[in-house]
C-alpha cells in the first residue's frame, strides 16, 4: 500500500476481500453480485484511512443510483452501498495519531479505531468504492469516532439519513412551543428528524407523526405526542387524512394550525393539501426531501422532477401552493459528523434498527428497502471473514 502508510499490528490486512458489486445499471436483485476476488483497496493519499468495515447501512438514494446512473458515467465494476461503521486498521502519514492540543477535539485516527462515516457519492462513482464490502478506504475527512456507548450497527445508519435529519432540522429553524407535523416519523431519516424536533420544541410544544398504525408505539416513544395513521382517517366524519387534519388543525384561530411541517418522506399530498392546516408565511414552511419516487422507472423520475420544478416555482395563480416550500440538499460534512457524534454520545439520538443482514443475505435487505415502508434503518453485517 505504499509509503504513505501507517499500519498497526491489530489485524493483517488481506490482498482480496468480498463485496457486493454491479457492472450494469438496475434493481439490485438483477445487477448486484457477491464476489470475493475484489481488491482491498489501498490508501488514496496521506490523509486517508483504511477502515474494516463492521457494518454497512443501506439507503434508498444507493437503489436509486444503481438503477439510474449509467456505467458511462461511474466506474466498474461498482461497489454497493456509502454508509459504514467498523475499525480504522491502516492510515496515511498525514492522519493524525494523538489528540491536539485543542482542547476537545477528537479528530485522531491511528489504527484501532472505531469509527462511522460515509463515502461521498462523488469519490462513490468515480472510484466504484463503497461500504456493502469487508475494508474502505476513505479520507479521514469522512469519518468520525464512533462513541462507546453506540453499537457498530447503530453507528453505521447515521452518517446519509442523520445528516438529512439535521438539514431538516436546520430549515425548519423550530423554536420551544411550536406545533409541529411530522411525516414519516419512523423511517431511516424521519426516526432522526422526530428525537430532533421533539427535543427542538421541548415539552412545551406539540409533535404529532404521520405513519402507519403498527408504527405507532415506536412514533411516541420517538418523540410524537400523537400519531395518526396514514391509511386512514382518525375521524369518522372526515373522508381521508387531510381532510382530518383540516377539520382539527385548520380553525380559524392562529394557534390552531401547525407552526411547520416536516416531510421526511415526501408527499405530494400532503404538500398541495397544507394551507388548511399549516400557518401562512415565510416562517411556517412546508420542509421535505421532496417528493418521493413512486417506481424506480424513467417515467416516475421524469415525474419527480417535474414536481421539485412546480414546488419550487409555480405561482398560485398557476396552480402552486400558497405556503413556502423548502426542499434540502443534504451532504455528509466533517461538521455534520461531528455534530452527529456528540448527539450519539450524549444519547440526544438513537439509531433504530429495523433489520440486521448477515453480509450473504443483502439482498433480502434491498428487498425490504425497495417496499418503503423500512422502520429505521436496514444494516448488513460485513465482518471480514478471516475476523
Known amino acids: 500500500m505504499g509509503e504513505t502508510e501507517q499500519t498497526g499490528d491489530i489485524h493483517k490486512i488481506p490482498k482480496i476481500m468480498r463485496a457486493w458489486v454491479h457492472t450494469s ?16 483497496p489501498e490508501l488514496p493519499s496521506q490523509t486517508s484511512v483504511l477502515v474494516r468495515i463492521s457494518h454497512a447501512a443501506l439507503q434508498p438514494g444507493e437503489i436509486v443510483m444503481m438503477n439510474f446512473v449509467p456505467f458511462l458515467f461511474r466506474k466498474s465494476p461498482a461497489i454497493a452501498e456509502v454508509d459504514f461503521s467498523g475499525v480504522i486498521v491502516s492510515a496515511g502519514k498525514d492522519v493524525p495519531q494523538k489528540a491536539s492540543t485543542n482542547a476537545g477535539s477528537l479528530r485522531y485516527f491511528p489504527p484501532g479505531t472505531p469509527v462511522f462515516g460515509s463515502i461521498p457519492v ?12 469487508e475494508y474502505v478506504a476513505v479520507e479521514m475527512d469522512c469519518v468520525a469516532r464512533k462513541p462507546d456507548s453506540v453499537s ?4 453505521a445508519g447515521l452518517a446519509v439519513s442523520g445528516s438529512t435529519a439535521l438539514a431538516l432540522i436546520d430549515a425548519a429553524s423550530l423554536s ?24 427542538a420544541v421541548q415539552s412545551d410544544g406539540l ?21 395518526l395513521d396514514y391509511h386512514s382517517s382518525p375521524d369518522p366524519g372526515a373522508n381521508s ?42 416562517d411556517h414552511p412546508y420542509v421535505t426531501v421532496g417528493p418521493a419516487l413512486q417506481s424506480y422507472s424513467v417515467g416516475s423520475m421524469l415525474a419527480v422532477i417535474g414536481q421539485m420544478l412546480s414546488n419550487s416555482l409555480a ?36 439509531a433504530h434498527t429495523g433489520g440486521v443482514w ?15 415502508h423500512a422502520t429505521g434503518k436496514l444494516v448488513v453485517r460485513c465482518l471480514a471473514s478471516n475476523v
Not at 457498530?152 to 453507528?155: G, H, I, N, P, Q
Not at 416531510?263 to 400532503?270: A, I, M, N, T, V
Not at 450473504?360 to 428497502?369: G, P, V
Open 241 to 282: 387524512l387531510v381532510s382530518s387534519l383540516a377539520s382539527r388543525f385548520g380553525g380559524d384561530a392562529e394557534d390552531d394550525k401547525f407552526d411547520i411541517v416536516i416531510d421526511s418522506f415526501g408527499s405530494q399530498e400532503l404538500w398541495r393539501a397544507c394551507p388548511s392546516f399549516l400557518k401562512p408565511g415565510a
Open 152 to 155: 457498530f450497527e447503530e453507528a
Open 25 to 40: 445499471a438496475g434493481s439490485a436483485r438483477s445487477v448486484l453480485q457477491l464476489r470475493d476476488d475484489i481488491p482491498v
Open 315 to 350: 405561482p398560485r395563480w398557476a396552480g402552486g401552493v400558497n405556503r413556502a416550500y423548502s426542499q434540502i440538499a443534504s451532504f455528509v460534512t466533517v461538521d455534520k459528523l461531528e455534530r452527529l457524534r456528540e448527539l450519539a454520545e450524549e444519547k440526544r439520538l438513537v
Open 122 to 133: 462523488s469519490a462513490h462513482l468515480k472510484t466504484g468504492s463503497g461500504a456493502l464490502a
Open 358 to 372: 448477515e453480509m450473504e443475505d443483502a439482498q433480502e435487505a434491498y428487498e425490504n428497502l425497495s417496499r418503503k
Open 207 to 227: 409533535v404529532v407523526g404521520i405513519c402507519s398504525s403498527s408504527k405507532m408505539n415506536l412514533a411516541k416513544k420517538l418523540g410524537c405526542d400523537e400519531a
Open 176 to 199: 420551544h412551543g411550536e406545533k409541529v407535523l411530522l411525516n414519516g416519523p419512523c423511517g431511516g431519516v424521519g426516526h432522526f428528524a422526530c428525537q430532533l424536533a421533539r427535543q
